[in-house]
């Protein structure tokens, strides 16, 4: 079966060992550095429904020679970030009517 068309899935796990399962939406490469855009997955639809059009944004930062990803601190960079990935996500997503809103 080609999954071509499968969500790409992250799992993290905050500072008290919980685990958190996202769906990479895009991710920007630039000056400052590599931004993800992730959106929440859920078992139950409710919280699902509750939770629609709110992603998270996280940088890539290196730490002991490991990849991880740590919440955008800076207001300014993180309203610029997120103008750039809701421009690409009308691009990518065709969102007519909705807009996604971020969360931090």
Known sequence: MNNEFAADLITLIDDEGNEHEFEILDVIENDDGCYYALLPTFNDPEESLESEGTYYIFEAIEE??????????????????????????????EYEDEEPTIQQ
């Open 64 to 93: 002991d020679g490991e990849q991880q990803l740590a919440e955008v601190e800076d207001e300014e960079l993180l309203d610029r970030l997120a103008e750039q990935f809701e421009s690409r996500f009308e691009e990518l997503y």
